[in-house]
């Protein structure tokens, strides 16, 4: 199949609890799992080889995904301890999963910087594999994915801080929605829209500079005109909008009221007498009922 990596969850907790003893256990279930990876691509066996289209090849690496749900192994902090022990192995971040596990945790660029650079300082790489998708999660547990406009884990964020700070990162980003295709086009234009908007500030700031070397101010002084000018601009369109008129309501004369309630006055009479119309209807129709 030539994969790049084989991805795989660690499962439940068990009979062991959070700790260092799961966490060597997991890891040693990885490292056979690595071995036995390894003996497949060095097989000697010319006749029978398993895989005959990967003998040149690399062999591929295990991924070990985060999970989200609080009674399975697999926080972040476990995954990267296992990774950073067992060669062979890569983490594989489900942003959903984290996100959930975290009770809410990635909400801004800063969020998402902060995981990147946790994962880079722990096991020093550059290089990711990460999932992403709308998550409903309760008490810190994940309960199904959704689309990600139905969820509070927001792509915006993400993408500002791929196209702003995330010059560095080798990341392969993998769609795991619902509507596979459709969200997946929606985070290309998101990151397509944080790129234009990087473009769009980068060409101010660069106007901003040009202008403030005609003016022979600094840029700061500049932008400090600018936002003036905008605060005034702001302020006389304001004193420009026109309070609506007030619509005051006129009191009728006297005289009028009383003409029209005598009026109505007749009105009631026949309506009455009609309901005592409708009234014999029923009582001739309820005879009729009785025959």
Request: net charge negative; charged share 30%.
């Amino acid at each position: 199949i030539n994969a790049r990596h084989v991805t795989l969850h660690a499962g439940h907790y068990g009979d062991m609890n959070r700790g260092q003893a799961a966490n060597e256990q997991v890891a040693s279930v990885f490292k056979g799992i690595v071995q036995r990876i390894h003996d497949i691509w060095n097989d000697d066996d010319d006749l029978y080889p398993v895989f005959p289209w990967l003998k040149e090849g690399t062999p591929a690496k295990i991924g070990v995904e985060t999970s989200g749900r609080q009674e399975l192994w697999g926080s972040l902090e476990e995954v990267l301890e296992v990774v950073n022990h067992v060669e062979g192995t890569i983490p594989v971040l489900n942003l959903a999963h984290i996100h959930a596990r975290g009770h809410g945790r990635l909400r801004t660029s800063e969020d998402y910087g902060e995981l990147f650079d946790q994962v880079r300082e722990t096991i020093g790489t550059k290089e990711f594999y990460c999932h992403f998708s709308g998550v409903e999660h309760r008490m810190g547990n994940a309960m199904h994915y959704t689309q990600i406009k139905k969820s509070d884990l927001n792509f915006e964020p993400l993408a500002e801080f791929i196209i702003e700070e995330g010059s560095w990162l080798d990341m392969t980003l993998i769609s795991d929605s619902p509507l596979l295709e459709h969200d997946a086009m929606y985070m290309v234009q998101n990151i397509d829209r944080a790129r234009h908007r990087q473009l769009e500030r980068k060409a101010r700031e660069d106007r901003r500079k040009a202008l403030a070397a005609q003016a022979n101010i600094t840029p700061e002084e500049m932008a400090a005109r600018e936002a003036e000018i905008a605060a005034a601009r702001a302020k006389d369109a304001l004193a420009n909008v026109q309070p609506a008129p007030k619509v005051e309501a006129k009191e009728e004369p006297a005289e009028k009221k009383e003409t029209e309630t005598k009026k109505k006055a007749p009105a009631k009479k026949s309506a009455k007498k009609e309901e005592d119309n409708d009234d014999l209807f029923a009582i001739e129709e309820e005879d009729d009922d009785l025959f």
